[in-house]
């Protein structure tokens, strides 16, 4: 350009050499034109500022983005949409959505007015943290102001671009699909398509994603059948999560027929797509399919990494095969594959789950050798192998390693070995290793707090757990939901389910709102202690249900296995109690206790035999859905 005698010019500049390094993901080379730029007299301009602003923020490194961005304020560029949008959405994208609110208010205040594409950043960043309240905050803020306009003339409302997209309605419907409220989720796609916009592969994945999350594998595979009725053909995003869904249930043949088809359809299988595969078979214990899959991998062009065999170490350590996972790494070797930092510290950790704590000692150097992380990183995998496996004499022996090798204690440290003796009930071991954070001069943190409460929950003292949440107060640190779990379990462990139900009032009136964990403890709890404290555990049953069905909650088919024996211990005949639960039971529950239904009124009907006749199925929320349009 400038042999031919071009001069450059700040559009030159943007148009070609720095949003090039963006996309390239060299955001020092980008930074570096700017520097020339103002070298050869050439001032930065809004666009420069958004690009990389944009590009510190898709990289994750927020700092450097408001730096960036706190240099345009400088400069008077902060009365520009496109660069409050740059920063906004790196700060969403990072999850720091008090800082997000602020730039957005702070932004009204100087009169900008806020885009489509900022609306749904917002919406995004608050489905990214789960914050419901706010996303919908967001979305109802849009429909208003689109209102507000109607009024004045239909006119605007086209030319303002402010109705809602198939992105606007993505982002709520990867909201609820994340939350498991599947129901909330139809909802908006049956409101999507009343407004004339189309589902797309990106909604029709969120979909079958979030039926998979939930378990209700069946669901998924009808969102994916329709998703191809519909002449959308599903690209190996959607493939990937279905295979995922096949190999997590164990169904390898169905998982199987699927990559056929997904190579008959021209979609390419990814190396994800074997590597889900691979995954499938070693949790199934099938090793010798494992490797044929990577054979299959190699003559289809797909040359395997270090993941792949990270995988099968991995599952083979989850065996209990270490010798023969320790021989992965020859194979990799041979393969041309260089091992990582992941590989041995993956075999360090099978290594310390036997209690070969020397072995895992030469794995641990050598994750040294790789890395360039600090030495505590590796430390801290290797000692929570050792908790975790419940060999605390190996895990003191790890600590005395740090120490001779002069790496110094962290709060992580610390909570690690709490969690070992917490998980070992050894309430007494907890109480020293909290002693002596004290004595180096370490202040317990919520974790700390949490994992004692833990320990004092299974030994049993329930008054020293309470003593601990008074303490925690006093510190001004709050119960957290795990906190709360764990209490609930260690109460109607100790035949005291009223208190579980006062833990679970007072955390609500905390402000704190129920996970699935939450609920599960709290169900299976209660359950659990049906048959000694009826009264008592009907009402908090009634209350925790009718909560998860306004939810749009629904449980697993192994759950409601697990829930419906405990049921039976209380009812012999299903009543108010089972009813209420079964409301949260998945729909091939409900179709399995149909046909039993049906077999037990033929069976009491005289045992006269009767001509095969197929069962009429339920139907699933989903399908209701879609009978309903």
Not at 419 to 436: T, V
Not at 548 to 555: K, W
């Amino acid at each position: 350009m400038r042999a031919a005698g071009i001069d450059s010019s700040v559009h030159a500049y943007n148009n070609s050499l720095i949003r090039a390094y963006i996309m390239a993901q060299n955001l020092q080379g980008a930074v570096s034109c700017v520097e020339e730029m103002e070298i050869e007299g050439i001032f930065p301009n809004a666009a420069t500022f958004s690009a990389i602003i944009s590009g510190y923020g898709s990289s994750g490194n927020v700092e450097a983005a408001e730096k960036w961005f706190q240099r345009s304020v400088s400069e008077n560029w902060n009365h520009n949409v496109a660069i409050y949008s740059s920063i906004i959405h790196a700060y969403c994208k990072a999850g720091n959505m008090e800082r997000a609110e602020a730039l957005v208010a702070d932004m009204e205040e100087q009169g900008l007015e806020a885009t489509l594409g900022l609306y749904n950043i917002l919406m995004d960043g608050y489905a990214r943290c789960h914050i419901e309240a706010q996303c919908l905050n967001v979305f109802h803020k849009l429909k208003a102001r689109i209102v507000t306009f109607g009024k004045s003339g239909l006119e605007r409302i086209n030319d303002t671009g402010l109705s809602p997209t198939a992105v606007t309605y993505g982002c709520l419907i990867n909201l609820y699909t994340k939350l498991g409220k599947m129901m909330k989720a139809l909802e908006f796609c049956k409101e999507m398509k009343a407004q004339g916009i189309t589902l797309n592969r990106n909604t029709y994945s969120m979909l079958v994603d979030g039926y998979v999350q939930l378990g209700d594998f069946a669901n998924a595979f009808s969102v994916f059948e329709d998703m191809s009725e519909a002449g959308i053909e599903p690209d190996w995003v959607t493939y990937n999560i279905l295979l995922k869904a096949f190999c997590k249930s164990r169904q390898m043949t169905r998982a199987i027929q699927l990559l056929g088809r997904m190579k008959t359809r021209g979609c390419s299988p990814t190396i994800q797509t074997y590597i889900t595969i691979i995954d499938g078979f070693m949790k199934t214990g099938d090793v010798r399919m494992a490797y044929k899959t990577v054979s299959e991998m190699k003559l289809a062009g797909c040359r395997p990494n270090a993941t792949t065999y990270n995988v099968i170490m991995h599952n083979l350590v989850q065996l209990g095969q270490i010798d023969r996972a320790a021989s992965v790494i020859d194979e990799m070797e041979l393969a041309g594959v260089q091992p990582n930092f992941r590989s041995y510290t993956t075999l360090m950790q099978g290594f310390a789950s036997i209690g070969e704590i020397g072995l895992a000692f030469k794995c641990l150097k050598r994750v040294n050798e790789i890395t360039q992380k600090p030495p505590i990183i590796s430390y801290a995998s290797l000692l929570k192998a050792c908790c975790k496996a419940g060999r605390m004499q190996n895990a003191i022996a790890v600590t005395e390693e740090m120490a001779f090798a002069g790496v110094p204690m962290n709060n992580y440290i610390f909570n690690t070995l709490l969690d070992g003796w917490a998980q070992r009930g050894d309430m007494w071991e907890a109480y020293g290793i909290m002693q002596k954070m004290r004595q180096e001069g370490f202040t317990p943190d919520i974790h700390s707090y949490t994992s004692f409460v833990n320990a004092c929950c299974k030994a049993g003292d329930m008054q020293k757990a309470t003593e601990t949440i008074e303490e925690m107060k006093q510190q001004d640190l709050q119960p957290n939901l795990q906190t709360y779990t764990i209490l609930i379990h260690g109460w109607t462990s100790v035949s005291h389910p009223e208190k579980a139900l006062i833990c679970y009032d007072e955390m609500k009136a905390a402000g704190l709102i129920p996970d699935k964990p939450l609920y599960y403890c709290i169900v299976t709890s209660l359950l659990s202690k049906a048959a000694i404290a009826r009264e008592t555990v009907r009402n908090g049953v009634l209350q925790v249900t009718s909560e998860m069905v306004d939810q749009g909650m629904c449980i697993d088919l192994a759950t409601a296995k697990q829930w419906q024996r405990s049921l039976m211990n209380v009812e012999r005949r299903p009543g108010e109690l089972t009813r209420a639960v079964e409301r949260i039971f998945p729909p091939e529950w409900k179709a399995t206790a149909e046909g039993a239904r049906v077999k037990e009124k033929r069976g009491s009907a005289g045992n006269i035999p009767t001509p095969t006749t197929t069962t009429k199925r339920n139907k699933s929320r989903y399908q209701i859905m879609k009978r309903e349009e």
